[in-house]
């Protein structure tokens, strides 16, 4: 193993041992500390990975079991039964369609032909299409869908200095306009619906599709071009001739009229759209039992757009574990009573500022926190109910602060250690700390839009 592997290993060990001797209090029982030492340790090894993730994964429900997080392996694993796993195993089968029909191309090649005037535009246009394409499947398929696109773009250039200076602002570019456009539908990314399935488990309030879709695209439309704006800024890119980018164009393999695959594939998503949008008055269309018959129709036969194996060999199993031990865990938290815990000893009872100030500051709390625990999900159930106690605190509806948290956990970029910018990080396009020297401003702007929008929608849907 790679030492920091070793170092990861070891300190999660201690850090079970030492968990062990930490005397409890009366807000925080043995149960609480042992589900705190849990996560912490699984948290190390999820980011140096000694040990195959899904390992960890499985491990960490045993370990719930054997520490007394947990009162038997049924509950250690009740994160697994959750619906919205369900949706995330779906959507590989969803984005894996859509990538084997021409469709991301096809929309790509029409962004680069109305703004492909020039470089700056067609890194918007990459943007634009990503973030589009993110609004109904995850932001790691989407991420993954264009990459080689990217990649071939990037051939273009001869001058080995051009290609590394404009693929920097390309491949950060790309996972963050991802994550932004992955806050335009609940469907968007799986940390939506954790967000919100958290908010009605601790309040019984439920925010639709439609209520989300007008909280979300008004910050995504507002914040996609800032963050072009800012990459832009910060990097650069090196122009090519308009004869380089029609060859690119012309080189796109997209045929002139769509094919029968393709206008199922494509129908099929508008239904599905359609019908997530028509759940916010009818709550028989399921968000996830949409998805679920959408995807049962990819295998219709003589109509079958994917086969099984396609589909299994499309599944980001990793992530499937890491999302079923974090919503285990997460439950843990509220149960054993961490926190309330947390709420009485790091959160103000109130803070005294107008809504506006109150979703800032709860915002730039999140990405402060994203920085230490670089795991989206694990922030969901840790901050929840400490969120939904601040609000009840102060007298104002807990979606604001439960808001706030689902649309900025969701843009985990200011390090490349989330899944969604590690698979550009890859390339060896940037390095670890050109990420954040974007980034950064980034997230400051995103937290202002959130904080001056979020409250006026609330207020105009009635939760305020």
């Known amino acids: 193993?790679?030492?920091?592997?070793?170092?990861?290993?070891?300190?999660?060990?201690?850090?079970?041992?030492?968990?062990?001797?930490?005397?409890?209090?009366?807000?925080?029982?043995?149960?609480?500390?042992?589900?705190?030492?849990?996560?912490?340790?699984?948290?190390?090894?999820?980011i140096t990975e000694p040990i195959p993730l899904g390992v960890t994964c499985l491990t960490s429900a045993a370990l719930l079991v054997v520490f007394g997080a947990a009162p038997n392996v049924s509950a250690a694993l009740r994160g697994?039964?959750?619906?919205?796993?369900?949706?995330?195993?779906?959507?590989?089968?969803?984005?894996?369609?859509?990538?084997?029909?021409?469709?991301?191309?096809?929309?790509?090649?029409?962004?680069?032909?109305?703004f492909g005037k020039n470089v700056k535009l067609i890194l918007f246009a990459f943007m634009a299409a990503s973030a589009l394409l993110s609004s109904v499947i995850s932001n790691v398929a989407t991420t993954a869908v264009f990459i080689g696109i990217v990649l071939t773009f990037l051939d273009i250039y001869k001058n080995e200095a051009d290609r590394k200076q404009t693929g920097k602002a390309f491949m950060i570019g790309l996972p963050v306009a991802s994550m932004i456009g992955g806050m335009l539908t609940p469907a968007g990314s799986s940390l939506n619906l954790m967000t919100l399935s958290f908010l009605e488990d601790l309040t019984g309030i439920s925010v639709s599709f439609v209520e989300w879709m007008i909280i979300g695209v008004p910050v995504v439309i507002i914040v996609l071009p800032l963050a072009w704006f800012v990459i832009l800024k910060v990097y650069g890119v090196v122009e090519l001739s308009e004869k380089e980018i029609n060859r690119f164009v012309a080189g796109m393999e997209v045929p002139e009229k769509m094919d029968f695959k393709e206008k199922y594939v494509l129908i099929l998503v508008l239904l599905m759209l359609f019908f997530w949008i028509l759940s916010s008055w009818y709550t028989v269309f399921d968000i996830t039992l949409v998805i679920l018959i959408g995807f049962a129709f990819l295998f219709i036969p003589k109509y079958a757009i994917l086969t099984w194996d396609e589909f299994v060999e499309s599944v980001s199993w990793p992530a499937f574990f890491l999302l079923g031990s974090i919503i285990t865990i997460g439950n843990a938290l509220i149960a054993n009573g961490v926190s309330d815990w947390l709420i009485a000893t790091y959160f103000p009872s109130v803070i005294n500022l107008p809504l506006i100030g109150v979703a800032f500051i709860a915002a730039i709390i999140v990405f402060l926190m994203l920085i230490v625990v670089p795991v989206a999900p694990a922030l969901i159930p840790l901050l929840s109910a400490p969120f939904v106690g601040l609000a009840?605190?102060?007298?104002?509806?807990?979606?604001?602060?439960?808001?706030?948290?689902?649309?900025?956990?969701?843009?985990?970029?200011?390090?490349?250690?989330?899944?969604v910018p590690l698979i550009t990080y890859m390339t060896g396009y940037y390095t670890m700390l050109d990420m954040p020297k974007s980034t950064a401003f980034i997230q400051v702007i995103l937290a202002a839009v959130i904080a001056v929008w979020v409250p006026l929608a609330l207020k105009l849907l009635g939760f305020i």
Do not use: H
């Open 392 to 419: 009840q605190n102060m007298g104002i509806s807990p979606v604001l602060p439960m808001m706030v948290l689902g649309l900025a956990v969701a843009n985990c970029f200011f390090l490349p250690l989330d899944t």
């Open 80 to 114: 697994y039964t959750n619906p919205i796993l369900f949706f995330v195993l779906a959507s590989f089968g969803v984005s894996m369609a859509i990538t084997k029909v021409p469709l991301s191309n096809r929309l790509l090649r029409v962004l680069i032909v109305k």
């Open 1 to 46: 193993m790679k030492q920091s592997q070793w170092i990861g290993l070891i300190s999660a060990i201690v850090i079970l041992v030492a968990m062990n001797f930490i005397p409890e209090s009366e807000l925080l029982t043995r149960s609480g500390i042992s589900t705190i030492g849990i996560l912490l340790g699984t948290i190390i090894l999820f």
